[in-house]
């Protein structure tokens, strides 16, 4: 899937995406958010007061989450809370809640057995590799089923990497089913999410 030019996301200053994507640990970093830009090289650090241990972030309205089965595809806003579970770790921890709304199909998305969990290492200038460890309702009139994410791999930037519509750094990742009657045994799901804070990934 490719991105589509965003308009009116000024204010959205921080991208999540997840996808398989290949991302390696072997160079990750102790991981924070901070208010603050601290710049780069041995003194990037974050200013004391200055680290962030809650995110804020949603879907923009013409960019759904969407999961995919051999059945049907359904489509649904996203909101993200979360907390890390340290200020300053590796890997940083998310703690937190999916929200899906205003699903299509007339079908219901929920997420279980919460909070899921997204771990975070620092790989290079205001970005993080990111996996996501989650268990999701997916209810409609053909299927009912629990998918797991299963290790979805996909990457955080921070406020100073903005989303541009040239990026093609999210794609489609399997979910594996859990648990369920007549459910497809090929699920993915498609994420892309804004932070509503302003951030970067330092340490």
């Known amino acids: ?20 994507i290949g991302v ?24 004391g007061g200055e680290i962030i241990t809650h995110l804020h972030a949603a879907t923009a309205e013409v960019l759904p989450a969407v999961v995919l089965t051999s059945i049907l595809n359904v489509a649904c806003s996203v909101l993200y809370l979360a907390d890390t579970t340290e200020e300053l770790a590796s890997p940083l921890i998310l703690e937190g809640t999916f929200t899906y709304t205003n699903c ?35 209810s409609c009139s053909a299927i009912n089923c629990n998918y797991t994410t299963n290790g979805m791999k996909g990457l955080f930037k921070g406020s100073l990497l903005p989303f541009t519509g ?30 509503l804070e302003t951030f970067t990934i330092t340490r």
């Open 1 to 20: 899937m490719k991105p589509v030019k965003m308009l009116g996301l000024a204010a959205l200053a921080a991208l999540m995406t997840f996808a398989v």
């Open 24 to 47: 390696s640990s072997a160079m990750a970093e102790p991981t924070a958010f901070c208010a603050e830009d601290p710049g780069t090289g041995p003194e990037e650090v974050c200013p």
């Open 104 to 138: 299509t199909n007339k079908c219901t998305v929920t997420e279980e057995n919460g909070p899921s969990e997204i771990s975070l290492l620092k790989n290079g200038h205001d970005k993080a590799n990111a996996v996501l460890e989650s268990l999701m309702h997916v």
């Open 166 to 195: 040239g990026e093609d750094e999210f794609g489609d990742a399997k979910l594996t089913k859990e648990s369920g009657l007549f459910c497809p045994s090929l699920a993915e799901l498609d994420l892309l999410v804004f932070s």
